[in-house]
């Protein structure tokens, strides 16, 4: 599966500073999650393409500012511009030394995780105590659209995302953090079917679709039952659902 998100994330990664616009908002939501200050170490999880440092450096001051993902070419779009620490890395098995970390981010990644009720507790172990943290990840609901009409058609299909409560009692369990959460819904209208799937290539997200049917009938289909279903006078619609949590940890 990681091979698979670094094929579709890594062919993206030119495109996906323009094509993801829910991605950019929700980095925005995640930065204003965290305390203004000076922090001397940042850890950003999945930092893609850099929403999270182009929002916190408005924020925040710090020392040195580490941004890991697994798919390169989209730290490589990074380099372009900012100065962050670039790290090629799986966020799941952090090179990171424990309690050196006073600032831990993570936008729009963690919902990539093979196995999150494990690793996103080992990620708080790299957190000093005193450290502050803000998370925000997709959950279930998000594309429902999208699934809804590929059920009924057989084209395509969605990655089955986690409950926001999954996150919640994750984040509930780990020893010694205080946490707030909160949820939030963002709709995105574009002008045709067409243009909708297009965008969803661009940004990478297809990496999980799974067996995906590309025949034209039902591609024909497709476009007919998402039109009559989810055209509204703004365009197609797309939902997304998103958990985000912050807090310190003691």
């Known amino acids: 599966m990681k091979k698979r998100i670094r094929q579709c994330f890594g062919k993206a990664a030119a495109s996906y500073s323009d094509a993801a616009v829910v991605q950019r908002e929700v980095a925005v939501h995640c930065a204003d999650l965290c305390p203004a200050g000076k922090y001397e170490n940042v850890l950003d999880i999945g930092s893609g393409v850099g929403f999270l440092y182009g929002s916190l450096a408005e924020r925040i001051e710090f020392d040195n500012y580490v ?3 697994l798919v390169q070419p989209m730290l490589l779009e990074q380099k372009k511009i900012n100065s962050a620490m670039l790290v090629a890395a799986d966020g799941e ?3 990171v ?3 050196s970390i ?3 981010v993570s936008s729009s990644a963690m ?3 093979a196995n999150p009720e494990i690793s996103i507790p080992d990620c708080f172990s790299v957190l000093k105590k005193g450290g502050r943290f803000a998370v925000a990840v997709f959950t279930k609901g998000t594309l429902s659209e999208l699934a ?3 059920s009924r058609t057989g084209f395509g299909s969605v990655k089955d995302l986690k409950e926001a409560s999954f996150y919640r ?3 509930s369990s780990i020893d010694g953090l205080s946490a707030s959460f909160y949820t939030s819904r963002h709709e995105v209208f574009f002008p045709s ?3 909708f799937l297009k965008n969803h290539k661009m940004t990478g997200a297809v990496a999980s679709s799974g067996d995906i049917s590309w025949g034209r009938e039902k591609y024909v289909r497709f476009v007919n039952e998402y039109e009559k279903l989810y055209r509204g006078e703004a365009g197609i619609k797309a939902t997304y659902e998103v958990f985000l949590t912050c807090g310190e940890k003691s």
Do not use: A, C, E, I
Request: no cysteine; glycine share 0%.
């Open 111 to 113: 919902q990539w995780f």
């Open 193 to 195: 079917v067409k243009h």
């Open 67 to 69: 941004s890991l993902d």
């Open 97 to 99: 030394r424990d309690d």
């Open 93 to 95: 098995n952090l090179p």
């Open 102 to 104: 006073d600032l831990l």
């Open 148 to 150: 809804d009409v590929s």
């Open 169 to 171: 009692d994750v984040f």
